[in-house]
């Protein structure tokens, strides 16, 4: 079955620091997608990445950058030089196909509060 | 691109009156709808999966008589929660799967905060 650990309920750092968000999970699938999203104060959840687990490359967009280690079925995140902005709670999630639809299982989520 | 809007945005309402939310792919089609709801502090718990054109495909322990879902068109997907109750007071999300090589990704609308007094 699929699972999501996001084993940090919650963290808080001073701004510009950088921080990481992990993920483990776990799948019996051979080939898979992983996910992450945002979810700021205002609720709306927002994509950020989906991640093939063909690809083992680090992915950077900007300030963030994920690292996907499959042999340690991993796939964390990192806020680089954080901002107030960046606080919001943080999803991992890794589809699950059933009855001819991918649903999401998401992790507890990392809630990452960025102080000034 | 890939933008999923939610309607209304919240809403409070009297025990026994039922209260519908409106869900939106506004500038793609979705097959598939997905229903969530989501506790304070908590992660978002799967409530159904809606494919339009067919019944709703619901979670278990998630009452299909209470939580009705209706997929008319590719673009709307709508829950009606009858007969609400105090304890389904909660943050309703929607998500739309857009298709894409090899997997679909699920965009999610803003949410709908019910309050049933």
């Known amino acids: 079955a699929q699972k999501v650990t996001q084993a940090q309920t919650e963290i808080s750092v001073v701004e510009k620091e950088d921080v990481t968000l992990d993920c483990v999970y776990e799948?019996?699938?051979?080939?898979?997608?992983l996910f992450w999203y945002k979810q700021p104060p205002s609720g709306e959840l927002v994509f950020l990445i989906r991640r093939n687990s063909f690809d083992e490359q680090n992915e950077i967009s900007g300030r963030y950058s994920w690292n996907f280690q499959k042999s340690t079925s991993s796939f964390n995140f990192t806020i680089t030089a954080s901002q107030v902005v960046d606080s919001a709670v943080y999803f991992c999630?890794?589809?699950?196909?059933?009855?001819?639809?991918?649903?999401?299982?998401f992790g507890q989520g990392t809630r990452l509060t960025i102080n000034p | 691109g890939a933008v999923v809007s939610q309607h209304p945005s919240w809403v409070i309402c009297k025990s026994g009156t039922s209260v519908k939310i409106e869900c939106r792919s506004l500038d793609f089609q979705a097959t598939t709808m997905f229903w969530y709801r989501q506790f304070p502090k908590q992660s978002l718990m799967l409530m159904a999966t809606s494919n339009e054109g067919s019944k709703a495909t619901y979670e278990q322990g998630v009452e299909k008589d209470k939580f009705l879902i209706n997929h008319a068109s590719l673009t709307l997907s709508t829950l009606t929660v009858t007969s609400a109750h105090p304890e389904d007071s909660s943050f309703y999300i929607c998500?739309?799967?857009?298709?894409?090589?090899?997997?679909?990704?699920?965009?999610f609308g803003p949410g709908t905060r019910l309050t049933v007094l």
């Open positions: 998500s739309a799967a857009l298709a894409g090589a090899g997997g679909d990704t699920q965009y």
């Open positions: 999630a890794l589809p699950l196909l059933r009855q001819g639809a991918q649903k999401l299982v």
């Open positions: 799948t019996r699938d051979t080939t898979y997608y």
